[in-house]
């Protein structure tokens, strides 16, 4: 497996993300929350991904990238315990909820149990 994040594998379809927040549902772990939704999408790998920060907590455009990359560099060193364990199409969006930023050594491991977390509600 490649531990790459290209462009097949993100979230940006307008139409799949506004059915996502209307229709999905949610696991928590905090800094981390994830919205998924198992549905049909145009990509060939079994999940689509995408990830946000709130403007509301983070006003400085610097520090949401900063943690947005975080997120994503977890992310995709974890992943195969998503696509592993994945017999359906998914698209999922990780939001971060925390009002300070956190390091990535302390965000690694949060992702890795919010993962888990996402495959345990998805066998249920």
Not at 68 to 82: A, G, H, P, T
Not at 99 to 114: A, G, N, S, T
Request: net charge positive; proline share 4%; glycine share 4%.
């Amino acid at each position: 497996m490649k531990y790459t994040l290209g462009k097949e594998e993100r979230l940006k379809s307008k139409k799949l993300i506004e059915k996502l927040y209307k229709e999905g549902k949610t696991v928590k772990t905090f800094p981390l929350r994830m919205i998924y939704l198992q549905t049909k999408h145009t990509s060939n790998f079994p999940a689509q991904v995408g990830v946000s920060v709130p403007k509301r907590n983070f006003k400085s455009a610097v520090d949401r990238n900063r943690i947005k990359r975080l997120m994503r560099e977890s992310y995709r060193l974890q992943k195969e315990i998503v696509y592993n364990n994945l017999d359906a199409p998914y698209v999922f969006m990780i939001s971060y909820l925390g009002k300070e930023e956190w390091k990535y050594e302390d965000l690694y491991p949060r992702m890795e149990k919010l993962l888990t977390l996402f495959i345990d509600a998805c066998k249920k």
